[in-house]
């Protein structure tokens, strides 16, 4: 036990206050402060739905199948996050490695919809620069995806910790706090296919809002 209301318990140290590790704390408030991130962005383009004067539209643009598809493996990965910590707390190393190993796959399969689906757009002449749907999808699907990269790269530098020995059920905490990044970035990615694919799917020409009606 340290000094300061500080225990520490297999390496890892935790907060007699709080009852909750350090390492948590400082995560649950990055998460935090990333929810309020992303929250203005999700707001801004809610803000701005329907808005733009011109071409193309969501409707001619969002495939809801296949985004459903890239969508339902990103969450089979946080299924696999709480897999491969079980089995890293349980001593199971090789199980625990199967599903690190199965969940960064499955974070570039969603990846790699994401850039199918980028490409495609851009071929329809869907750019950042096209409308004001296209800038603020673009914007808050890219920031989103630089967030999925991230935690890719972060369980791939933890697989190649484990596959050395320095990750072990004694210092699983380091695997909890990945996971605990990966499922905050699968529900950011619900929300956002609600609002920008489900709810939007259909949204047109605004009332209203024909080319030639813009600024009358």
């Known amino acids: 036990m340290s000094n300061q209301g500080v225990t520490v318990h297999h390496g890892e140290e935790i907060n007699n206050s709080t009852g909750v590790s350090n ?83 499955m974070g570039m399969i969603f990846m790699g919809f994401q850039v199918y689906e980028f490409t495609h757009f851009a071929h329809i002449g869907m750019t950042p620069q096209a409308n004001l749907f296209g800038s ?21 530098f933890l697989l190649y910790n484990e596959y050395k020995g320095n990750l072990t059920s004694e210092n699983a905490i380091d695997l909890e706090l990945a996971g605990l990044y990966w499922h905050f970035v699968d529900i950011v990615w619900i929300i956002i296919f609600a609002l920008l694919y489900l709810i939007t799917a259909g949204d047109g020409v605004p009332p209203g809002g024909l080319p030639w009606t813009a600024g009358h």
Do not use: Q
């Open 23 to 105: 390492k948590k704390l400082l995560m649950w408030a990055f998460l935090g402060s990333d929810v309020m991130f992303f929250g203005t962005f999700i707001g801004t383009f809610m803000a701005y739905r329907n808005k733009s004067l011109n071409g193309p539209y969501p409707e001619d643009t969002l495939d809801i199948p296949i985004t459903s598809v890239s969508t339902f493996v990103l969450l089979m990965s946080s299924l696999g996050v709480v897999l491969a910590v079980h089995y890293l707390k349980e001593s199971k190393m090789g199980l625990a490695k199967f599903w690190l190993i199965l969940v960064i796959i």
């Open 136 to 156: 603020t999808f673009f914007t808050l699907t890219s920031l989103h995806g630089a967030h999925v990269s991230l935690g890719i790269l972060w369980l791939i």
